[in-house]
């Protein structure tokens, strides 16, 4: 294999990215190049960073042929990816920078860029795997922008106080609209066709007086105001709330009576 050899200057800058970078498979990626030009074997190396030889010498291979910002970029899927459009493949092109909004500020990293040139389609694998929104935003930025969304009076008040004050987070009204709305159409897809949502879990149930576990189903509508499109009157909806609850039996209803009261 072929001895890894630094000039002055590559060490300096591989240990500058080292110490600025966030990310602990960058900053081991780094660390192996640094490890193997300083002379250390590459068993010794690999059982330091706790990664097989295989791995490691993949990551010596992409800084040597593709150079320190490849080996810096996370999720290189290879040199093509199947075009979603065509079903062709989509050769590789560059590392492309992004910043999305993370729940600690703007984050900047560099990304894999596909580009299928029958479709015109510029693809990035790495933002579905890694949940980046289409507004950018990492999914915890998301789950906070749709929960003010949701929860606060309209999306105004959620951009302009609620989401700056509790989270920091700094956004156009139109944003945490458009990303509240597309969280709900995703959620809605599989509502749509009767998936339920969460882990199957039993629970245990309380017993009824002829011994038998069993739950009761209760379901009711409730009326939701609604408002026309530049705040005009519309009229109002009511969706149906259903809950599954298992009451206490009797016996124990009279223990928790009988029990002093705060
Ligand atoms: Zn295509």
Redesign the pocket.
Known sequence: MKPIVLTDEQRKEIERRRKETLDRRIYQRLTAVLAVASGKSREEVAELLGVSLSQLGERLRVFRNEGLDALCALRYEGASVT?P??Q?A?PFHDYRPISPMSLVGPIRLKRAYYC?S??R?GLFPFDDKAGLSFHRLTPAAERVVCLGGLLCDGFEEAATNTLPEAAGLRLSEPTVQRTAEDAGARLGKPLDQGCTLGENGCFDWHKDACGRSCAYVSIDATGVPQQAKDGGKAEGRMPDVAMVYNPLPDKDVRQHQARPKP
Do not use: E, F, S
């Open positions: 075009c459009g065509c062709g989509a299928c029958r479709c389609l």
